[in-house]
């Protein structure tokens, strides 16, 4: 009995320094996650003319099960970097925003988040968001008001929790997405969270409204980022690139067919694309059940970070994010 103890407790060592050096050897260098808004899976990769994401769906990594977390745009911000919607169900702005009153019905989130813990382990994040007015701005929306906000706080997760939104270094990484092209041929952070502003991440305002367009201009967005980032030095083995959407609504394109990956949802509330670029990319359909906790569980993994609230139980994104090329 004690031998055969002893040679289990030999075997679960060996096996926690296997697994070690195989969650060690796995370690993100960067990972751009561009995030679009408010459509459903068949919009996003089948319907309009988006020929740009139709190509990368069909060459690389393509998340067919991925869903949102919640309606409308907030909860899956806050998702993605904090592990949780914190009960969120509206987009109210931050209530560390420079241009609300005191009466203003706002959110404030307590607590750690995926900035905060790459930062804790020495390593770096940024927000590069479209027509955000300066680095570290706090605006809820610009320019004007609601009806012409191309930049919208709702999409921009980090005024909303306390943490950050008190450190004025940590303000100073989000930056208007101008300040891109500079960072990626110098100092490129690890995890780069990409908005575009609303004309260009599919949602719309009245200035852009027409469908067609609205589809043209995100895919071309997506185009000249994905095509940038490939060409810079960041564009390591052991890099990655995310297009998602925050999360689905009705389709802009009644009239088009069902695709039989958008029939085996079968209609489900805020079934998503998600499309998931490698330098060694090939490509791979999954079809795990998958959502933002699982996105955040995965770059948390590969960069040897612990799992934030509902992270720690979400199904990984393995399979897609794999190095499918030799060394």
């Known amino acids: 009995m004690k031998g055969i103890f002893a040679r289990a407790v030999v075997t679960a060592i060996l096996f926690g320094i296997l697994a070690g050096s195989a969650r060690a050897a796995e370690r993100f260098d960067h990972v751009f996650v561009i995030v679009l808004e408010n459509h ?21 990594g393509l998340a067919t099960n991925y869903f949102g977390i919640a309606h409308p745009s907030l909860p899956n911000y806050l998702a993605m970097i904090g592990g949780d919607d914190f009960g969120v169900r509206d987009d109210r702005p931050s209530c560390f925003s420079s ?27 940024s927000v ?32 909303y ?48 409204r027409d469908r067609d367009q609205l589809v043209a201009d995100y895919d071309a967005f997506v185009r000249d980022t994905v095509t940038a980032i490939r060409a810079s030095k960041a564009w390591t083995r052991r890099s990655a690139i995310v297009i998602t959407f925050d999360e689905g609504a009705r389709s802009l394109y009644p009239e088009a067919p069902v695709s039989e990956i958008a029939r085996r949802a079968g209609g489900a509330d805020n079934h998503i694309a998600t499309i998931i670029v490698t330098r060694c990319g090939a490509a791979l359909q999954d079809a795990t059940r ?28 393995s399979r897609l994010f794999a190095h499918r090329c030799e060394p």
């Open 161 to 208: 929790f306390e943490e950050l939104a008190r450190d004025s270094a940590v303000l100073a990484l989000m930056k208007p997405f101008s300040a891109f092209a500079a960072d990626l041929s110098g100092a490129t952070p690890n995890v780069a969270l990409i908005v575009p502003n609303q004309c260009h991440d599919g949602h719309g305002l009245p200035v852009c």
């Open 40 to 60: 459903g899976f068949d919009d996003a990769v089948s319907n309009g003319p988006s020929p740009f994401l139709r190509e990368l769906a069909g060459s690389q």
């Open 290 to 317: 998958y959502d933002h906790y699982s996105l955040l569980a995965t770059i948390q993994d590969g960069f040897n970070l612990p799992r934030l609230r509902k992270s720690a139980q979400a199904e990984p994104m």
């Open 99 to 125: 241009d609300i009153s005191s009466s203003t019905a706002c959110n404030r989130i307590p607590g750690d988040s995926l900035v905060g813990q790459l930062r804790g382990a020495g390593l770096s994040f």
């Open 128 to 159: 590069y968001a479209e027509s955000l007015p300066e680095a570290g701005s706090l605006v809820s929306v610009a320019p004007g008001g609601p009806a012409g906000a191309l930049y919208a706080q709702k999409h921009n997760p980090v005024p």
